[in-house]
C-alpha cells in the first residue's frame, strides 16, 4: 500500500512569509506525528495527533508554529512569520494507533527561508 | 528528559567488515526502540523495531539487541557493502514521540 507522503518535497520562502506543509498518513493509521531535523542532528519531535486532536503539542517551539488534523487523516503544518531559522527538513510519520506502534516516515519537506 | 546519544558519530570500514554501532539511552521506562537508515537528502527507512520485552530482532545481515535496564543497544551490521553506506539513527519511543540520536555516518568502501 501507499506510504507516508508529504508536500511540498521542497519549499523556498522569503523571511516573514507564511508556509503550509502537507502530510498523508498511511490510510487507517490514528496516530500521526511531525517531527523537524536540522542539518546534522536527529529529528526532534513537534507535534502528536491522536486522530483529530493534537495529543501533544510540547514540541512546538513557540506560537508561530501551529498544526491541524480536521478529519483525522491529512494534517498540515503551518508557520507563521517565518524565521531564517526555521529552515529544517520537516517530516512526517503515522502508526497504526498510540503507545508501542512502529513509525512509518514520509520523505520529509525541506523549508529554506531566506 | 530522554537523552539520546550514539556513538560511534561517524566510522568508515572497509568491505566485508562486521560492525557495531552504539545507542545509549537515560531513561529505561521505553516502549520500543527503533532504527532507522537515512540516505542523503531523504526520510528516514525503518531497519528494526525492539519493543521493550525483547532482548534483539534480527532482519538480514542486521541485528540489533536491546538492554533496557542499562539503557543500551547495538546494531550488528555483518559483512558489510557499500550499499550500506548512510546515517544510521536510533530512537526510543517512551509513550507516543521517538527521542532520536543524532546518528552514526557510516560509509563502506569498496
Known amino acids: 500500500g501507499a506510504g507516508v507522503s508529504q508536500t511540498p518535497s521542497n519549499k523556498v520562502t522569503e523571511k516573514g512569509k507564511y508556509v503550509e506543509l502537507r502530510c498523508d498518513p498511511i490510510s487507517g493509521h490514528t496516530a500521526l506525528y511531525w517531527y523537524r531535523q536540522s542539518l546534522g542532528q536527529g529529528p526532534e519531535f513537534l507535534i502528536y495527533f491522536q486522530g483529530t486532536g493534537a495529543a501533544d503539542d510540547s514540541g512546538l517551539p513557540n506560537d508561530r508554529f501551529f498544526a491541524v488534523r480536521p478529519e483525522g487523516s491529512v494534517s498540515t503544518l503551518k508557520i507563521q512569520r517565518t524565521e531564517r531559522g526555521d529552515s529544517a527538513v520537516y517530516l512526517c510519520?503515522?502508526?497504526?494507533?498510540?503507545?508501542?506502534?512502529?513509525?512509518?516516515f514520509g520523505p520529509g519537506t525541506r523549508l529554506t527561508v531566506t | 528528559k530522554q537523552e539520546v546519544t550514539q556513538i560511534p558519530a561517524a566510522l568508515s570500514v572497509p568491505e566485508g567488515e562486521n560492525l557495531v554501532l552504539n545507542c545509549s539511552f537515560t531513561?529505561?521506562?521505553?516502549?520500543?526502540l527503533q532504527w532507522f537508515r537515512q540516505d542523503p537528502g531523504k526520510g528516514l527507512t525503518s531497519l528494526l523495531l525492539?519493543?521493550?520485552?525483547?532482548r534483539e530482532q534480527t532482519s538480514g545481515r542486521l541485528n540489533a539487541s536491546l538492554d533496557k535496564s542499562s539503557g543500551r543497544s547495538t546494531l550488528y551490521i555483518a559483512a558489510s557493502q557499500p550499499g550500506d553506506s548512510a546515517t544510521y539513527l536510533c530512537?526510543?519511543?517512551?509513550?507516543?514521540?521517538?527521542?532520536f540520536g543524532t546518528g552514526t555516518r557510516l560509509l563502506v568502501s569498496p
Open positions: 510519520a503515522s502508526s497504526p494507533g498510540r503507545g508501542g506502534y512502529e513509525q512509518y
Open positions: 531513561d529505561s521506562a521505553i516502549y520500543n
Open positions: 530512537a526510543v519511543n517512551g509513550f507516543q514521540k521517538l527521542v
Open positions: 525492539i519493543q521493550s520485552s525483547q
